[in-house]
């Protein structure tokens, strides 16, 4: 419900407003509050703050519409008017727009005109309240935040804190999109949009539901991480399931032809974990870095349509419990000897 304030001295405009809008008003859709002149305007507000539009006359005992104008811009800056007057020159138009008058309707007043004028108002009114209240909930924290810990997080010790990392024992997956690049230069880009997210979903879900978690999206790949108990035999499970669930998708549209299928990379072990970038920047990003990282994105490397691949090492632990087959030996990106890998099949 919007709740209008209308200011007018003529007695007759309550009857005729509350008339010609008893459908709105009985839908809940508006609701009115009327004033007889400014100083009883701001009266009003006082008792009701809820106002989200004003409907002003301009020539008005005791205080005009011009000066209330001022004063609502001075005490009520969220507050939305339209001029309703028969003073329709230039000079008071002008006058209005530059005191804050949303918009200005000429006497008699043409009633579908206003509808549609306060329609407008009050959509323009709406936009600024979802505006401050996204602006209110990502500052929402500040409100459980006391002085000393703001002055904390300010400070060089801080700062450093961000900057610490540990060394841990985690799996990595780097799942990619096959071909994808292709049909991005193909589509619009509203197309390449939505086909990749309703991949990545699919993806993400499956992350999750085994307990790891979205180190990054990279291009039209995820890098995952799985760290806690079990986490090779998570990643690997997370990895089967999303490959199926991704064969099993259908197409998304007619217009649009692409059977999707991933190549994924698997490797286990230690690894440093930490917040990387700029603490100058307060551009950090955790994740996690190392030789054991770089090497499951190399083993995705080398994987074709549709395989899991793992490292030798990584085979003897999970080898009594998935399936898998050697595939042989690979050259691997800045490996001095090649590497054996094998293909986890289920």
Do not use: W
């Amino acid at each position: 419900m919007v709740k209008i304030l209308v200011v007018d001295d003529e007695a007759d405009l309550e009857v005729l407003i509350k008339q010609k809008f008893r459908k709105k008003i009985r839908e809940q859709a508006y609701e009115f509050v009327f004033a007889i002149n400014g100083v009883h305007a701001l009266e009003q507000l006082e008792r009701h703050n809820d106002v989200g539009l004003v409907l002003c006359d301009i020539n008005m005992p005791e205080m005009d519409g011009l000066t209330l104008l001022s004063e609502l811009n001075e005490k009520h800056t969220l507050l939305k008017s339209i001029i309703v007057s028969a003073y329709g020159d230039m000079d008071n138009i002008r006058t209005a727009m530059n005191r804050g008058a949303f918009d200005f309707i000429t006497k008699p007043v043409n009633f579908e005109d206003l509808e549609l004028t306060m329609e407008k108002t009050i959509k323009h009114v709406n936009q600024v309240q979802e505006t401050i209240k996204a602006l209110k909930e990502n500052n929402i924290l500040k409100m459980y935040v006391d002085e000393t810990v703001l002055n904390f997080m300010n400070s060089r010790e801080f700062e450093s804190s961000l900057m610490m990392n540990e060394t841990v024992e985690a799996t990595v997956a780097f799942i990619d999109i096959c071909s994808f690049s292709a049909i991005s230069e193909k589509e619009a880009p509203d197309n390449v949009v939505k086909l990749l997210n309703s991949y990545f979903d699919v993806m993400v879900k499956e992350i999750l539901a085994h307990d790891g978690y979205i180190d990054k999206f990279i291009g039209d790949a995820i890098m995952a991480v799985f760290r806690g108990d079990y986490h090779l035999d998570r990643a690997i499970d997370a990895c089967l399931a999303t490959r199926k669930m991704i064969n099993d998708l259908p197409n998304i549209s007619e217009d649009i032809t692409f059977s999707p299928c991933v190549t994924i990379g698997v490797n286990s072990g230690q690894m440093i974990s930490g917040n990387i970038g700029s603490a100058t920047l307060k551009r950090l990003d955790y994740t996690v870095i190392g030789d054991e990282v770089n090497t499951a994105q190399r083993l995705q490397s080398v994987a074709n349509d549709g395989q899991i691949i793992i490292s030798e090492s990584n085979y003897e632990k999970v080898k009594e419990s998935f399936s898998c087959k050697k595939v042989g030996e690979v050259s691997l990106k800045n490996k001095a000897n090649t590497t054996v890998i094998y293909e986890v099949l289920d």
